[in-house]
């Protein structure tokens, strides 16, 4: 299921993403070699950024704050966590959508 976010370009914004295995159960992200949050603009560019855990990485939640020029066009953003393992498994979580509107 998507979620849409009104954003407003050229402010901060955090986001957060739960990782789930093939059954779709949380997954523990806490020894995972990477965590990414991938993020595609309205265009089909998609960027990789660099994730952090939002606790102890045991609720599969991971997070990264967008800086201002993360989102930097009016449209709509899809958004999607991403965890790798030592052993070259991937998973990611649910897709969610972003509405970027322009200041006033």
Wanted: hydrophobic content about 40%; proline content about 4%; overall charge negative.
């Amino acid at each position: 299921m998507s979620t849409v976010t009104t954003f407003q370009i050229g402010t901060s914004l955090e986001i957060e993403a739960t990782i789930y295995d093939q059954a779709d159960a949380i997954l523990n992200v806490k020894d995972a070699s990477t965590i990414e949050i991938l993020i595609q603009l309205p265009n089909g560019i998609t960027m990789v950024k660099t994730a952090t855990l939002s606790t102890d990485g045991t609720d599969g939640m991971i997070k990264y704050v967008c800086t201002p020029t993360d989102i930097p066009i009016e449209g709509t953003y899809k958004v999607q966590g991403r965890a790798e393992f030592p052993d070259n498994l991937i998973y990611k979580g649910d897709i969610h959508e972003i509405l970027g509107i322009k200041n006033l």
